[in-house]
């Protein structure tokens, strides 16, 4: 044999016993080091709708699923899939679901820009939390301050200040909780729906009515006349009327609740009606901008 | 005393001297990906010294018994398949051989963190995977293939010095990542220019701490005059 073909034979041998070598030490270290998998977890990840959000106060999809395994989680919590992955869920882990409801944001303020009182102009970094820190930008110190930390946080184009105010638009809204978390004044709170419209307050001023009336044209002056109503649904605490929305039913008689409210602060919420959705749709829509992707665009706003 | 002396020299020079991130640029990939938090970049830093460790073991015994010429097992199978006595020069297949048990070795780490260790083991994700790619790693075993193959006899190197390469390179890997890690959680605090955060950034920082460790350079060849009196 010439001395290539032998170096050939032995490079070859030297893989293939290594090979051998290495793929039983490999082998008797998976038995060893094994790990039991539950073959769930993979199945109940799938199974979830994966955007990640964190509005199940896990990190992510995945954590979530884990937790459901491992500590008992609830299954209800993920309000991206509502009721149809919960039960999907459900059905992997053997729980039976009781009947969940889509948990939407609500935003305690209905003040436009021109019914907020006593403003002062802000000439400051154009967000909310910076507006928060500085005093006197407008009467009252409760409502919304309209300059959209929660619109920038929202992922799916679901709120949008319309006239001074956010507004959310209950189409498209997931329920992430993203802009419950920006708003530095705390005035958006999750609610359950358990109808697509349901009554909400949107004040959230604390004070006597005087001074409410003295600061805003629309906000709740605390008189009571909501909860002797119904003293069942709403209580007031703080001069502001509570709903326990765990006793809300929407068979409930609740127009008379919202008659009774002298401002308006007492509010329908939720999906439009069709009625809304008839009168919208005489409207013509604003011709669609093609992007020209001529010019690149900064984005950057330089303040002074 | 001498040969305390050289182990020092090696294991110095290959953690602080010659950093193999910061000097030779290698390991960058784990360098710039795992240095976000120091606890993990510390996990990161030492499972890499870890599986450095036991390759540069493997890919010593596999060169110095298998694949240089004149070596051990491979004289052996020659005089088995000719009958005679001779040499056969493997080296062809280092690279081969040494990327086979360094990602055996990571397989087996693998395994073993997810074993013991399971959050270290989730908090690398993807990384310890790819440690089976950091170069830093085959680096270490090419150093010790070069004083392994092609010196004189007596100055070929053996396990220990070996061992001491390869630990005090994943050592100095180590420190290199966790100072790494500590600048880069304070400069997530900094008022960073938006087109300079995140990598550009870390990048500039990578550079200047490359620049601080060209300070070591030269101190091996004084301080090896020092204790091996000028040899």
Redesign the interface.
């Known amino acids: 044999?010439s001395?290539i073909t032998?170096?050939l034979?032995?490079?070859a041998?030297?893989?293939l016993a290594?090979?051998v070598v290495?793929g039983t030490?490999?082998g008797v270290?998976?038995k060893v080091?094994?790990?039991p998998v539950d073959v769930r977890l993979e199945r109940v990840a799938a199974s979830l709708p994966g955007a990640n959000c964190g509005a199940c106060d896990y990190v992510g999809c995945g954590e979530y699923a884990e937790a459901i395994l491992v500590k008992g989680e609830a299954i209800t919590k993920c309000p991206v899939g509502g009721p149809a992955v919960a039960s999907a869920v459900g059905e992997i882990m053997g729980v039976s679901v009781e009947e969940a409801f889509p948990v939407r944001p609500v935003v305690h303020c209905a003040a436009t820009t021109a019914q907020r009182l006593k403003q002062t102009p802000y000439h400051g970094e154009q967000t909310c939390n910076a507006a928060n820190l500085v005093g006197g930008i407008q009467g009252c110190v409760y409502g919304c301050l309209g300059l959209g930390d929660c619109v920038a946080v929202c992922d799916y184009d679901a709120i949008h200040m319309i006239d001074g105010v956010a507004v959310i638009d209950y189409i498209k809204c997931i329920g992430c909780g993203a802009c419950v978390k920006a708003c530095p004044r705390n005035i958006i709170s999750q609610v359950p729906f358990k109808a697509d419209r349901i009554l909400a307050v949107q004040c959230a001023n604390k004070d006597f009515g005087k001074e409410v009336q003295e600061v805003c044209e629309v906000g709740c002056t605390g008189c009571k006349s909501c909860a002797r109503a119904n003293p069942d649904l709403i209580s007031v605490v703080d001069n502001l009327p509570v709903f326990d929305y765990t006793k809300y039913d929407p068979r409930m008689s609740l127009q008379v609740i919202q008659d009774k409210c002298r401002r308006e602060s007492m509010v329908w919420l939720g999906k439009p009606t069709p009625t809304e959705l008839a009168l919208a749709a005489n409207e013509t829509m604003p011709a669609r901008q093609e992007a020209e992707f001529k010019t690149t665009v900064d984005q950057?706003e330089w303040r002074g | 005393m001498d040969y305390l002396a050289q182990l020092l020299l090696i294991g110095l020079g290959a953690g602080l001297i010659h950093n193999f991130v910061l000097y030779y640029f290698v390991g960058l990939c784990p360098f710039m990906g795992v240095s976000k938090k120091i606890d993990m970049a510390l996990g990161m830093g030492l499972a890499v010294t870890f599986v450095i460790a036991i390759a540069s073991t493997l890919s010593w015994g596999l060169t110095y018994y298998v694949l240089r010429p004149g070596a051990f097992l491979s004289s052996w199978a020659l005089s088995l398949i000719t009958g005679q006595a001779g040499e056969v020069d493997l080296t062809v297949l280092a690279y081969l051989v040494y990327i086979f048990s360094i990602a055996s070795s990571v397989q087996f780490v693998e395994m073993y963190l997810r074993k013991y260790f399971p959050p270290l083991y989730k908090s690398f994700g993807i990384y310890l995977p790819l440690i089976t790619t950091n170069c830093a790693i085959l680096f270490a075993c090419l150093e010790i293939m070069k004083n392994v193959v092609g010196v004189d006899t007596a100055a070929v190197w053996g396990l220990d010095k070996a061992l001491v390469l390869s630990v005090g390179g994943g050592l100095g890997f180590t420190l290199a990542i966790v100072i790494m890690a500590g600048i880069r959680e304070e400069l997530e605090l900094a008022d960073t220019p938006k087109s300079m955060q995140g990598a550009p950034i870390a990048f500039i920082v990578a550079g200047i701490l490359a620049l601080a460790f060209m300070g070591f350079a030269g101190i091996d060849t004084s301080l090896g005059k020092l204790m091996l009196g000028g040899s």
Request: aromatic residues 10%; hydrophobic residues 75%; without cysteine.
């Open positions: 044999m001395a032998i170096t034979l032995l490079a041998f030297t893989l290594m090979a290495m030490i490999l270290a998976n080091f094994h790990v950057t």
